[in-house]
């Protein structure tokens, strides 16, 4: 299950919260080596987190955050447009059916097939929420990897420029906007297997708050 | 615009592409101007061994082809043992520490017009392992180069996979769970002979059921009903 924590949710479900910096901090700063501006040594968190964006978590059984994303609508301040764009080079469009997708990272100790699952759930729960906000592309800075996964399930993918290497990473970033075929509108469900249903909401479902509400981090 | 910008700017055409023919000229397109001529996609069926190969699509000469498999160069080709191994790499890396029956491929891949070539190699996690091989004379690219022309042709091997999953979801037939067992274990590269005595079954028996394999997947050989089988789903990579 993905759960969406909008801003006004984070102090209740701090908890989940407190995990996702930390496995931010594990992915991008301990294992991708990123040179990221602030941080205590133990969270990645950076200015657009208390933005207006919303991150989705995908948790385990036992209340453990496997993955995550942050997406925000690209009329908000984002990290793609507001920092990277100007770093690449780059001129990302932004519109009210254009929602930006950030710092996407999945449990690095987690076997394969794990991964796989988690990675899936949290795409699935991505591809409900923008279709519930009627977002039709989104934007991001992404490595080949992830966008090939894009491609694989349909998506059309454009490169907005020259890809560059931040500091310390070893992997090409390319700027990109992706969008559904407008003539397949399911298709990206349809690849994905229709497990519709991982996105799971607190305004909609309240028991989700007393399961992870406020929970001791792991 | 400089041939890397050319090449980038044609992702969106290559990856809305509605056939595969479509993608594949907007693929020949982008790579024209890094001096690529010849090129072979394909997916590995069986990582382990590498053996197991289906082309996609591949303007490889069918002479050369045919030499190929007639010489079984898969056997000894540096290309093939190098793609279990690597992500993406020039053949000219390769040819120094290569054994003497594999030098002497690379020798005759020259004559042909593959002086040098560019393999790229992809094995996402619950995904198809695939290549693509690139040939030409002068491939000469900085490392943002390779890294645009392994871009492109990744991207290309993951479009049309996905085409194909489109096609071909709704064209086979759905396989018995013995069917899927065989098919499962020649994918794992197991011979007849070794898939009989798995499943307790009589080589004339696994015989039998490979003919209502190929019928259901439409394939016209083995291979063939494994990468079928992988990419409708039937069968797990």
New interface residues.
């Given amino acids: 299950m993905a759960i969406l924590i909008r801003r006004r949710q984070r102090e209740a479900f701090s908890g989940l919260v407190d995990q996702l910096h930390k496995l931010r901090h594990r992915v991008f700063v301990e294992r991708l080596k990123w040179s990221l501006p602030r941080g205590d040594g133990v969270h990645e968190i950076d200015q657009f987190d208390s933005c207006d964006c919303l991150h989705l978590v995908v948790v385990d059984a036992f209340g453990r955050v496997r993955a995550t994303s942050r997406v925000t609508p690209s009329l908000s301040p984002n990290v793609s447009c507001d920092l990277l764009a100007g770093e690449m080079g780059v001129t990302f469009p932004r519109g009210p059916d254009i929602a930006e997708v950030s710092r996407l990272c999945v449990d690095p100790d987690l076997d394969?097939?794990e991964?796989?699952d988690a990675?899936l759930e949290l795409r699935v729960a991505q591809v409900e929420l923008f279709a519930r906000h009627g977002w039709k592309r989104s934007i991001g800075v992404a490595y080949?990897?992830t966008?090939?996964?894009w491609?694989?399930?349909?998506?059309?993918?454009?490169?907005l420029?020259?890809?560059i290497k931040f500091p310390g990473d070893r992997h090409?970033a390319?700027a990109a906007v992706a969008s559904e075929?407008p003539n397949r509108p399911d298709?990206v469900m349809a690849?994905l297997g229709a497990r519709s249903g991982a996105l799971q909401d607190p305004e909609q479902d309240p028991s989700l708050l007393a399961r992870f509400g406020r929970r001791a981090t792991a | 615009m400089d041939r890397t910008a050319h090449a980038l700017a044609l992702i969106g055409e290559l990856t809305s592409a509605p056939t595969v023919s479509k993608a594949v000229a907007v693929f020949e397109r982008a790579i024209e101007p890094f001096g690529v001529r010849l090129y072979r996609t394909g997916v590995v069926a069986n990582p382990q061994r590498g053996l197991i190969e289906a082309a996609i699509v591949s303007n490889w000469s069918e002479e050369w082809a045919q030499l190929y498999r007639g010489r079984r160069a898969f056997t000894f080709d540096p290309v093939v043992a190098a793609a279990r191994r690597g992500e993406g790499f020039f053949w000219r890396d390769l040819e120094p520490s290569a054994r003497p029956e594999g030098r002497e491929l690379m020798r005759d891949a020259r004559e042909i017009g593959m002086v040098d070539g560019f393999t790229v190699v992809r094995a996402p996690p619950g995904e198809l392992k695939t290549t693509v091989n690139m040939a030409g004379d002068g491939l000469d690219w900085s490392e943002l180069e390779q890294g645009t022309v392994s871009f492109v042709a990744s991207a290309l091997m993951s479009r049309m996979l996905h085409l194909r999953d489109v096609q071909l979801k709704p064209a086979v037939q759905a396989l018995s769970l013995r069917e899927a067992e065989i098919l499962s274990h020649a994918a794992a590269g197991h011979a007849d002979r070794a898939i009989a005595q798995a499943l307790s079954l009589s080589y004339e028996t696994v015989h039998f059921y490979w003919k209502s394999i190929r019928r259901k997947l439409g394939a016209a050989d083995r291979a063939n009903a494994v990468a079928v089988g992988l990419w409708s789903g039937q069968i797990d990579p």
């Fill in positions: 394969e097939g991964r796989a990675l080949e990897r966008l090939q996964v491609i694989r399930s349909g998506m059309t993918v454009e490169i420029g020259p890809p090409f390319y075929d298709g690849f």
